[in-house]
């Protein structure tokens, strides 16, 4: 004795024009969020890694977000030093490359390099995570 079960899926023709729809917006929308959420996770293990003296570099680490709607790109990423002043010397934190990849006379400690690695492994878990919550089949 055998049993023969079979599906059949009507309307099929809907949910193929809403998904041809729905998915180049919800594709660029997953991106910019995956993009966004591994720049904050990045920039937060900077934080966690830098070298501190007065705090002012860390202070400094903060998200950057920009687009370049000629080149279809979009930017977002992290950055460390200016705007902020140093207590001690009263000047902008200027030192946050040096930090990083050490000048002639001391060696480096690596903050952002290693905080890029560790969140950059996460960036396809975001995404997918961001495109299921924008793509739902009715």
């Keep these: ?31 910019v969020e995956a993009l966004d959420k591994t720049a904050d996770e990045a920039r937060d293990r900077a934080k966690q890694l830098v070298a501190v003296d007065t705090g002012s570099l860390r202070k400094s680490i903060r998200k950057e977000r920009y687009a370049r709607p000629a080149k279809n790109i979009l930017y977002t990423g992290f950055r460390a030093g200016g705007y902020i002043v140093n ?25 952002i390099a290693p905080a890029l690695r560790w969140a950059a492994k996460n960036i396809e878990r975001h995404f997918w995570t961001a495109l299921n919550k924008r793509v739902d089949v009715e």
């Design 87 to 111: 207590p001690k010397t009263g000047r902008l934190v200027d030192y946050a490359k040096f930090v990083e990849y050490g000048p002639s006379r001391m060696r480096p400690r690596p903050y």
């Design 1 to 31: 004795m055998s049993l023969r079960f079979s599906i059949k899926w009507e309307g099929l023709d809907r949910y193929r024009e809403y998904l041809a729809s729905a998915l180049p917006k919800a594709f660029e929308d997953s991106v």
